[in-house]
């Protein structure tokens, strides 16, 4: 059974299931990333629920693991050398853990690098381009007087949307006929930017088809549905 004592964010969140691995997030479009891509790839986990409501993500515990304070983050208590392996940002989560099961993963060298380009053009632009619309439209930054700001992450998710448009066109996935690593990190928030944040009008969401043809798909598959869901909020 593996040790996982010397973590002490074990202390805060104890492992029922110390020979799974350790998930502490947030159903966030950063941290369901993480949850669907264990869920696709069949792999063992025991998730725990990081709450802002309570700062859990400041703890002395959590940033034991996380100094950047952020979800999701894991322990793999079967890491590649046979010894607990933690680990924190989604992206780099998301590659580890095809790479450790060989899912959602390109084999050929082309195809897995432009798998990354496109996990990266993920964390690189839509992740902070929608988050901060996001904060616009829907959290305090929707009070502001000066709309500008607004307009101007509204204009760079429309470029950006654009971009994932024209690569999805005669395309099942981002990948052609795969789902990889690169959707499981683009569609959380794509569906969050219309729904959760209600900024789908704004940017003329509807008339990217090909981006709602594949969220549509990507929204049915089970271990999407199972994955958005995880942790449980209490």
Not at 135 to 164: H, I, S
Not at 174 to 185: E, V
Request: with cysteine; net charge negative.
């Amino acid at each position: 059974m593996p040790d996982l004592s010397t973590f002490p964010i074990t202390k805060k969140w104890p492992a029922s299931h110390p020979e799974r691995l350790q998930l502490y997030s947030l159903p966030t479009p950063n941290g369901v990333k993480v949850a669907i891509m264990l869920e696709e790839a069949g792999l063992p986990y025991e998730p725990h629920l990081v709450s802002f409501d309570s700062a859990d993500q400041t703890s002395p515990e959590f940033l034991s693991l996380n100094p950047n304070n952020k979800i999701p983050a894991i322990i793999d208590p079967n890491g590649p050398d046979g010894a607990p392996l933690p680990l924190f940002e989604s992206g780099a989560i998301l590659l580890y853990l095809a790479e450790k099961t060989g899912k959602c993963l390109p084999a050929d060298a082309p195809g897995r690098y432009e798998t990354i380009q496109w996990l990266m053009f993920q964390m690189g632009g839509i992740g902070p381009m929608f988050g901060q619309l996001g904060f616009f439209t829907k959290f305090a930054g929707k009070d502001y007087e000066d709309k500008r700001p607004r307009e101007r992450y509204a204009a760079e998710a429309k470029r950006l949307l654009a971009v994932l448009d024209q690569r999805l066109a005669g395309r099942n996935w981002i990948m052609g006929d795969a789902y990889t690593i690169a959707d499981i990190a683009i569609f959380p928030w794509v569906n969050t930017l219309n729904t959760f944040y209600g900024a789908g009008e704004l940017v003329g969401i509807a008339g990217y088809t090909n981006v709602m043809r594949v969220l549509e798909a990507f929204l049915a598959r089970p271990a999407v549905q199972l994955g958005m869901q995880v942790p449980h909020r209490e």
